[in-house]
């Protein structure tokens, strides 16, 4: 049977939704559940007056919708930060700290304790200061669960001392059902399914009593599930029903069906295991889980087979009478197939012989052909790589010789024009008011920065002094200032062990795709941000600019280096664009 249906899931999900109904009346906002179609609607709402919070709204309600269709997170995570990021642009503290808990919660998934438990710690501080008991409770059930999924029993118990304490005052009847599931869990894990199923009991009158379809929903199978495995089939049949008529979803409704099926078969009621059992195969992958297609095809043999009873015991007596009469016929025609067998027995190992042989040479054939054209292609893609790793590193010696030049002989001749130029104001009063000098020496100054900026451009010596992420940051915060679109960074992951050459090509990827930005976007924000985990980098540039259509975007814009740059790297290279939709490209690049 699956796994029974835990709440461990659910009250995670409750813990960001229902904690805010009960506290902050002022959100009905988050509480909604949008499709498709008002999804996009809310967003472009968004971008068009401009309005900050309702873009971020329409990320965060973007992250559940697609979590919900693919089962994933991996978006979810992403759409969650730009959330939170336009939350905290729009300085509404209260919903930062709610989408970076619901944040934390998917760190937890992905084994991001420490950044979670900080996340967390964060928003329990918050609520802490401005005296929100509610989400003070919720943040620290949320940090005994992140422990007890890591494995440290001891700070679980610790939060779970606290939360317990702090609920005594609250009195969060979520809370309350979430530690009778864990004694649920203990229970069942020790084989105590009697007392599993009492508990199970006190859960539905809790849940009753909050009046929340969900949680009776649960606590209905939990008793069932708990029943049926204490042999007591007439109260688990009885509660599988209630759970199956109270609004259960797909996940739920599958699992109750699997439970009807087993119990109906448990008593040898067949008819009813065999239709629960078809239900149950519908709501699954019936393609993939053939050992449920063979479950509901042996009921079916079993259900029929009472019916075939007669025609078996029948068919069985012509087929006594066949044998019978078939033995008599061999006996009467072994001596004469021994001699014949004898004969062909010598012709077949001839031949055998003959065509193993063949089979072998040409097995030995293809496999020479195979191994020749697995060589060659390992050489074209070693020359391939060998022939870009020459042309970036080119590229990169090229950049260091310009930037020496630009600093060392350009830079030079700049400073020593600059020295006369103030020597000779020194020396002629009239001529220091000059307004074609002064003209002349802010010229002078503006080459002089702007060839500082070009070789540093060319060399970033803050990658090699401080690592990717910082070299990053301060690209982006050259870009700031008036007249030039709003630019974020952000950052997730260590990227302290990068290695240079993996570190250098990433920085001039984000380089080309922020200049692209600047130059031919129009765009009022960029977003840059660059993650390091499950053994993979991801770039993420977006901007809000003017967008284009992707099968007509035009040679020369940088795409050629970044693709050269990503085929290097083994990498992934995704851009979603569309006229007057911005652009976000997305770069993957496994580390190992």
């Known amino acids: 049977m699956p796994t029974h249906f835990s709440i461990k899931n659910l009250v995670f999900l409750m813990l960001s939704v229902f904690c805010w109904q009960g506290h902050l009346l002022s959100q009905p906002e988050f509480d909604q559940h949008l499709n498709y179609k008002e999804l996009q609607a809310l967003l472009q709402e968004g971008i068009d007056e401009p309005n900050l919070r309702k873009q971020a709204l329409a990320w965060y309600h973007w992250a559940y919708y697609d979590e919900l269709q693919t089962g994933m997170s991996d978006s979810a995570f992403q759409y969650l930060g730009r959330s939170a990021d336009k939350f905290l642009k729009a300085n509404d503290s209260t919903s930062y700290e709610r989408v970076r808990a619901d944040l934390a919660d998917r760190m937890i998934r992905r084994g991001l304790f420490d950044e979670a438990f900080r996340i967390y710690n964060e928003a329990l501080e918050y609520y802490q200061n401005t005296d929100n008991l509610y989400m003070e409770t919720h ?33 969060d009847t979520i809370l309350d059902i979430l530690v009778l599931e864990d004694e649920i869990e203990k229970l069942r894990k020790a084989h105590n399914y009697r007392g599993a199923r009492h508990i199970s009991f006190r859960a539905l009158q809790l849940a009753e009593l909050k009046n929340n379809s969900e949680l009776i929903n649960w606590a209905q199978f939990s008793i069932a599930d708990n029943c049926r495995l204490d042999r007591d089939y007439t109260t688990a049949l009885k509660y599988y029903h209630k759970a199956e008529h109270s609004g259960p979803t797909e996940a739920m409704r599958r699992d109750i069906y699997h439970g009807l099926s087993e119990t109906y078969a448990l008593i040898d009621s067949l008819p009813q295991a065999h239709h629960y059992a078809i239900r149950y195969a519908q ?25 075939k009873k007669a025609q078996i015991a029948l068919l069985r007596e012509r087929n006594d009478a066949a044998q019978s009469t078939a033995r008599q016929q061999r006996l009467g025609l072994a001596t004469l197939g021994v001699t014949f067998c004898a004969l062909l027995l010598a012709t ?26 697995q060589k060659i292609t390992e050489l074209e893609d070693k020359l391939k790589i ?33 020295i006369q130029v103030e020597k000779l104001s020194g020396k002629n009063g009239k001529l220091a008011q000059n307004p074609d000098l002064l003209k002349i020496k802010t010229m002078l100054d503006n080459t002089v920065a702007e060839t500082r900026h070009i070789a540093r451009n060319m060399q970033p010596n803050t990658l090699l002094q401080f690592g990717l992420a910082t070299a990053i940051r301060d690209l982006t915060s050259h870009f700031r200032g008036e007249g030039m679109p709003s630019i974020a960074f952000q950052q997730f992951g260590d990227f302290s062990n990068l290695e240079h050459n993996m570190a250098l090509n990433c920085y001039r990827i984000v380089q080309e795709l922020l200049q692209n930005s600047l130059k031919h976007a129009q765009a009022s924000e960029i977003l840059v941000q660059i993650s390091c985990q499950d053994h993979q980098l991801e770039l993420l540039v977006e901007d809000d600019g003017i967008g284009y259509a992707i099968d007509e975007v035009k040679k020369g814009m940088g795409t050629d280096n970044i693709a050269h740059r990503v085929k290097f790297l083994k990498g992934e290279y995704n851009i979603q664009s569309a006229p007057g939709q911005g652009t976000s490209t997305l770069i993957t690049i496994p580390l190992s």
């Open 139 to 171: 943040i620290l059930a949320r940090l005994n669960r992140g422990y007890l999924q890591k494995g440290d029993t001891v700070s679980a118990l610790e939060f779970k001392k606290k939360f317990m304490a702090k609920n005594e005052t609250l009195r």
């Open 283 to 307: 709501l699954g992958d019936t393609l993939l889980d053939r050992g449920r297609l063979a479950s509901i095809q042996q009921l079916a043999l079993r259900f029929d087979s009472r019916e």
């Open 348 to 373: 077949f190992f001839i031949v055998r012989d003959y065509r193993h042989r063949l089979h072998t040479n040409k097995v030995i054939s293809t496999q020479s052909e195979a191994l020749n054209q």
């Open 386 to 418: 060998e022939t870009m790793q020459s042309m970036l590193v080119g590229q990169e010696s090229e950049r260091r010789r310009i930037a020496q030049d630009l600093h060392d002989s350009v830079g030079g001749l700049l400073a020593a024009t600059k």
